[in-house]
């Protein structure tokens, strides 16, 4: 048997006719009008009447169920449990990958199909996935979709028309959710139960999902409810609107979740009282359009490093490879252009050189092309200019009769990237090469520290780089050259590289935090992790795309203005982007209103790079051949670059606070990050046999009980194997069920 949410789930157009009333389409004919009527009948009992004359047998045939599913569970007096409802998890196209069980004990189990008919009752090998997963994937960008904690809740909700999901598992299960990724770039809507357990589900979901949706937030049932009883769901609160119409309840729901704030760590509830331990989040790879996507998977891999070092550089290079041909216009003063500054920061030896060789390889590649013409087309000029000469000799000595031979002009190189130049030097590139330049420095450290030498970043070099991030005019004046005045009417250079957190944190002198050259830098400082060799490689069919991708870009020319000369064709938003923009921006206008001070100075940034980044996906979504109209930026791509925009943010939030750490919280930090390396638990042996700097156990356990006071996580018991043996005291995070799932620990 089954219950009436579980019959509803696997119909299509489900659409509430009044108080335990539903109408659907039927399943046994091809229905194009809804003209299944669904109802409760006694004890219990599923109604199903098809107004074209389809036979009950039929109907519930062809939603894989018997005509016994549809009574109430009349055998729960045997004492024996019985299973009263199952919730079907599929994949995206409706697979059927693993059931959900409940049974008339209110207990839950899992089960998977066994490939012949019958069923396994256990989940080995099975990826845990979002509940609704297919109807979840369809909804539009604009509209909600509701996190739940239950089946039930979620298929209440759908009988109103409402996208809705859930994790299989009940509260604090999130972390089992093997791809949350339909959610991406979503609005999304927790509702949480009305107790702790499911309030602080709602927390940890809500920190998940932050940075990646377009947006969260975490509603309360009391809002709409004063006097909700302890452990009220959503489904209670359906039941007790039951006065209320479908459409009504779910306009209330939907007004509720548009009206109520947004999720941000801040607004968090505190889960230790120390100083905050922020885990890293990681790139959200699944944001990028493909090939990049594909791409910077694969290569994190390949390299074995994190993701981040390979995507931060390979956005700045397709920044400059669209460079001044482009920009997007959000109002008619206002346009940002593809420029990116991204600094990828680790340790020596955390593979962030070869990850960047690796994402600059198409840019390497052209520059080394057009070296070769560049040669070649040197040694005509030689020919011509002796040639030259020798007319020239000629004409003089006829007594200079006539015109005189026309001077050959010397080949300008075209360039791509550079690396070390000066100011003078590199407006003489950029005056050459009107799309932009790439700068790409290996170690950071030279660029930063190449600033005005001996006026500690106070002289004129960095106001000529913030000038070059805006894409703005440069005039640069010199003391010798033939001209002495160079004008560059827009001067755009993304940089990219690597540096080391110490010489990052040393070489950003507070000068640069005044003058807004730091809060420019998008960072990347992934935790430290142990390097292992891999077989894995990019597939060249992947690095050939990325090429393919590049070329395209690169073939944008700019527009011709009034004057007739070129300047950058406007990109602007489509109706749905602009709303989705303007959001965004009123949103973000909230958060950076309650920042102060550096942080403050970093979030007026990254609104600006939220529309940068999006030009960057749309464009490359065009060069890609999607469906994409290459004069208008549509929602999708806005959502991408807020999304990232967000996990930039949130990144750099938790590098400014290591920037700005004591010495314990450092010993803390690094303490916490090892401890996530090693699943999010250990015992005191563990610790002392993977780090030198606890070198006996009584050491070790003393660190780990500094975290224990600190409230960064506790103590338990595990039982001991085999008889006679004792129980082991093992340390455990604070919400540390998966490394890579670990919820940050929220400032006070």
């Known amino acids: 048997m089954a219950d009436v949410h579980t019959i509803l789930s696997r119909l299509k157009k489900v659409k509430g006719a009044g108080h335990g009333k539903w109408s659907a389409l039927c399943p046994a004919h091809a229905d194009k009008k809804p003209s299944l009527s669904v109802g409760l009948g006694e004890n219990g009992k599923v109604l199903l009447h098809c107004h074209a004359g389809c036979d009950v047998k039929d109907i519930v045939a062809a939603i894989g169920m018997t005509e016994a599913d549809l009574f109430a569970d009349a055998s729960a007096q045997t004492g024996k449990p019985e299973i009263v409802a ?49 109807y979840v994937a369809s909804t539009p960008i604009q509209d909600w979709v509701f996190i739940v904690e239950g089946e039930k809740d979620v298929d209440a909700l759908r009988a109103l028309n409402i996208a809705a999901t859930t994790n299989s598992g009940g509260a604090g299960k999130w972390h089992q959710v093997a791809d949350d990724s339909v959610l991406h770039g979503q609005r999304v809507a927790i509702i949480p139960d009305n107790d702790d357990p499911g309030r602080e589900h709602a927390q940890q979901v809500a920190q998940a999902l932050h940075g990646r949706a377009l947006e969260v937030k975490v509603l309360d049932l009391l809002a709409v409810w004063p006097e909700a009883p302890s452990k009220a769901d959503v489904s209670d609160y359906i039941e007790h609107r039951d006065c209320l119409s479908p459409e009504d309840l779910a306009d209330g729901l939907i007004e509720l979740a548009d009206s109520a704030p947004v999720w941000t760590p801040e607004s968090a509830e505190v889960l230790s009282t120390s100083a905050p331990i922020v885990a890293y989040q990681p790139f959200p790879v699944e944001i990028l359009p493909e090939p990049l996507r594909s791409f910077v998977a694969q290569a994190g891999e390949a390299v074995g490093c994190d993701t981040a070092f390979v995507a931060l550089p390979l956005l700045a290079g397709l920044a400059s490879a669209i460079g001044n041909t482009r920009r997007i216009g959000l109002k008619r003063i206002w346009s940002e252009p593809a420029i990116i500054w991204a600094a990828i920061v680790g340790d020596s030896g955390t593979m962030k050189s070869p990850a960047m060789e690796l994402a600059l390889k198409p840019l390497r590649q052209r520059q080394s092309k057009a070296i070769k013409q560049h040669v070649e087309a040197m040694e005509g000029y030689k020919t011509e200019a002796m040639r030259y000469e020798l007319d020239l000799a000629s004409w003089k000595k006829s007594g200079g009769e006539g015109l005189p031979p026309a001077e050959p002009q010397s080949p300008v190189l075209s360039r791509c990237w550079c690396d070390d130049t000066t100011i003078e030097a590199l407006a003489v590139l950029l005056l050459q090469n009107w799309r932009g330049l790439l700068m790409v420095r290996d170690e950071l450290a030279g660029w930063l520290g190449g600033f005005d030498r001996y006026t500690q970043g106070k002289g004129s070099d960095v106001a000529k780089w913030i000038e070059m991030h805006g894409g703005r005019s440069m005039m640069v004046d010199r ?18 590289g690597g540096i080391q957190p110490v010489t990052l944190q040393r070489s950003l002198g507070r000068a640069y935090f005044e003058n807004g050259l730091a809060a420019r830098l998008l960072l990347a400082h992934p935790p430290r992790r142990a390097k292992r060799w891999t077989e894995a490689e990019v597939d060249p069919a992947t690095e050939q795309a990325i090429a393919t991708v590049f070329d395209r870009l690169f073939d944008l020319e700019p527009v011709e203005g009034p004057d007739g000369d070129p ?168 919400d540390s069920a998966d490394v890579d799932k670990t919820p940050q620990m929220l400032r006070n």
């Open 567 to 734: 300047e950058p064709g406007i990109i602007h938003l489509s109706s749905p982007a602009k709303s989705a923009w303007v959001q965004f921006y009123n949103e973000h206008a909230d958060e950076q209103v309650e920042l102060s001070g550096d942080l403050s100075a970093a979030w007026s940034k990254l609104e600006g790079y939220a529309a940068r980044l999006a030009l960057i996906v749309h464009l490359v979504r065009w060069a890609w051949d999607e469906s994409v109209d290459h004069d208008e930026v549509d929602a999708q791509s806005i959502a991408a670059g807020i999304a990232l925009s967000r996990w930039f943010g949130q990144e750099t939030q938790r590098v400014y606070d290591i920037f700005n750490e004591s010495e314990e919280d450092r010993d803390r930090r690094e303490l916490i990050e090892r401890i996530r390396r090693k699943g999010g638990k250990l015992t005191a042996r563990d610790l002392q046999r993977c780090s030198r700097a606890y070198p006996t156990s009584d050491a070790a356990e003393a660190a780990l009980d500094s975290l224990v006071e600190a409230g960064f996580g506790r103590w338990e018991q595990v039982p001991a194997h085999g008889k006679g043996g004792r129980p082991t005291r093992r340390f455990r995070l604070a």
């Open 86 to 134: 199952t919730y079907d998890y599929t994949d995206i196209d409706g697979k059927l990958l693993y059931q959900v069980v409940r049974r008339s004990d209110k207990s839950f189990l899992q089960r998977r199909p066994d490939g012949r008919g019958g069923w396994v009752w256990n989940m080995k090998g099975t990826p845990r996935v979002l509940y609704n997963l297919p």
């Open 479 to 496: 003391k010798t050259g033939q001209s002495r005045t160079i004008y560059v009417p827009r001067a755009a250079v993304s940089v990219t």
